[in-house]
């Protein structure tokens, strides 16, 4: 392999990298690159739609807490994967997407997939790099990687013109770099006066978000807990960094969980607030006590402070802090002094959580046809019981119930389309979880129009060997948008939600697959071992009450947006 260009640079930093995985679809302004990771240890994972490498590319960055990497070529290419790459935004997903484009020399010539693509992404990303120097390109992918993961983690793009892959460089100008940024500040003043506040507290909580699962303080969590007894909740990447069957664990701080999470929220004298953000889910911090002290601490500056007023702001990397306040609590010597103080506050939090799943049981357990979308979701967390299982959900009313029922007990085994709200996520991400964890079960809970907006990574899965189980949560409708509608107009708007029967089943079957239909709630269970036995990438199309409301739908009636 004497021919060097540009091309073979970037393939050689990408597997000097130790790059497993590039999701991508081929085209000719990356070719070049494509060229000379043939036959090397880098797999070019070929997808249906650009889109759908990029949500692989988040998948996989989500799951690790390390870069991954989507290829996209010129034009189309590029703007098929601008949603992907706003979805990895509001995830704080280490995505690195590598773009062709078309020469310098052919710019402003009307050349084929000709257009100016750094301002369309520069707002969308974390960094937008551009490399026009053939001996740099080492450089700028040491950049991409190094900026994806710097303080809070976010999606890069780095762009290169085809005639520079394909220029001769000068290999003496050529440096190669491989850097890796750690960082585990801690505010060892601002964690002395946490431990005040928490002495002061008779009824705290403790929140952790994305920001714990990116650090990996789940052992530091689990121990500061324990150590203090203090009631605690997960939310969207730290699901399952305490396990839900923790006896401290009240599962998600989402307020429509069944369970306890309101009365905790609305309740409590004080928050602590771990590398999440005050977003939507928590109706913007307005799901809080007004009076309670607020506790906020993250990696990234900017996030402090966003829609309330903290009592104390601290800056810093979610694990070093964790261990900051368990060592202080053990100078202290208070550990068992907390644990009595915060006493009757979470025996108040366990019967909250009780009188909840209570509330929620009849759902959960409802005969009939059209199959309940709760008993469905119910029956989904009964079967995959496993520690290790993994569940992903897409679809808005489907992601709200299954999100309303999941028991999760490892971090990183649930996954959804999170903040940016965005349908089709769950086939790519299932397929990403089964590719980085072939040994254990993968099981995607999507609804029917979710289903249509990438169908086709269903023949990715069976072209790849990978065995997803697809449950398809079938209401013949968009079903959020009709529900909203239905609350908000008195009706729905039947140009744009209704979808009528479609055999999702069948189509699977015709690529290769397993497929099965259902509309009994006692027939669940017995697809769902049929599809795993089958060893096949199959879908099971699940008929689910159209009239079922869920509180999603409720939400969306009732956003601002929807207001005259």
Request: aromatic residues 6%; charged residues 20%.
């Amino acid at each position: 392999m004497d021919k060097m260009i540009g091309g073979r640079l970037a393939a050689e930093a990408l597997v000097e990298r130790g790059v497993k995985h590039i999701f991508t679809i081929s085209g000719g302004h990356i070719t070049p690159i494509y060229e000379f990771l043939e036959n090397t240890g880098v797999k070019l994972f070929c997808v249906r739609h650009e889109q759908a490498a990029v949500f692989m590319a988040e998948a996989m960055a989500r799951m690790t807490r390390q870069p991954a990497v989507a290829m996209v070529t010129a034009g189309p290419g590029f703007t098929n994967a601008l949603t992907g790459i706003a979805s990895a935004r509001l995830a704080n997903a280490p995505v690195i997407l590598i773009s062709g484009i078309v020469g310098l020399e052919m710019s402003e010539k009307l050349d084929l997939q000709d257009m100016v693509q750094l301002p369309v992404i520069q707002p969308m990303v974390k960094k937008a790099l551009v490399c026009h120097n053939v001996e740099r390109i080492p450089e700028f992918i040491d950049m991409a990687f190094r900026y994806a993961m710097q303080g809070r983690p976010g999606p890069v793009y780095l762009e290169i013109p085809v005639d520079v892959l394909n220029a001769k460089p000068d290999m003496a100008k050529v440096k190669t770099y491989k850097s890796t940024v750690v960082s585990k500040a801690v505010d060892a003043e601002g964690a002395s006066k946490i431990v005040d506040l928490l002495e002061q507290a008779k009824k705290p909580i403790l929140i952790a978000g994305s920001g714990a699962w990116y650090a990996d303080a789940g052992p530091e969590l689990i121990s500061f807990v324990e150590k203090t007894g203090i009631p605690a909740m997960t939310m969207a990447g730290a699901r399952g960094l305490i396990p839900d069957t923790h006896p401290l664990c009240f599962e998600s701080a989402l307020a429509i969980r069944p369970g306890a999470s309101l009365v905790a929220n609305t309740q409590a004298d004080l928050v602590l607030f771990l590398g999440s953000r005050l977003t939507l889910f928590f109706i913007f911090g307005n799901i809080f006590n007004a009076n309670a002290k607020f506790i906020q601490v993250d990696i990234e500056a900017e996030e402090i402070g966003r829609n309330r007023s903290v009592d104390l702001g601290v800056v810093s990397d979610i694990k070093a802090m964790v261990a900051e306040l368990a060592r202080i609590v053990d100078e202290r010597k208070i550990g068992a002094k907390l644990t009595k103080q915060y006493g009757e506050w979470v025996e108040t939090v366990r019967a909250a959580d009780a009188a909840g799943k209570a509330q929620a049981k009849p759902m959960w357990e409802k005969e009939g046809v059209p199959i309940h979308p709760m008993r469905l979701a119910r029956e989904i967390n009964d079967f995959m019981d496993r520690e290790d299982d993994i569940v992903v959900a897409d679809g808005g009313d489907t992601t709200t119930w299954m999100g309303m029922t999941r028991t999760v007990r490892k971090a990183g085994c649930y996954l959804d389309y999170g903040l940016y709200g965005c349908l089709a996520v769950g086939i790519p991400y299932a397929n990403a979880a089964k590719l980085l964890h072939p040994d254990k079960r993968v099981l995607l809970v999507i609804g029917d129009g979710a289903a249509g907006f990438n169908f086709m990574e269903f023949q990715t899965a069976v072209r790849n060997n990978l065995p997803i189980v697809a449950v398809v949560a079938n209401d013949t409708l968009f079903g959020m948008i009709a529900h909203s509608q239905q609350i908000r107009l008195g009706h729905a708007i039947k140009d744009g939600t209704e979808l009528g029967m479609v055999h999702y089943e069948k189509m699977v079957e015709a690529l290769g697959g397993f497929g099965a239909l259902v509309e009994k709630p006692e027939d669940i269970r017995p697809a769902l071992e049929a599809a795993f036995k089958s060893g096949r990438t199959a879908c099971i199309n699940v008929m689910v009450d159209p009239a079922t409301i869920s509180p999603g739908s409720v939400a969306l009636a009732n956003l601002g947006a929807y207001k005259a």
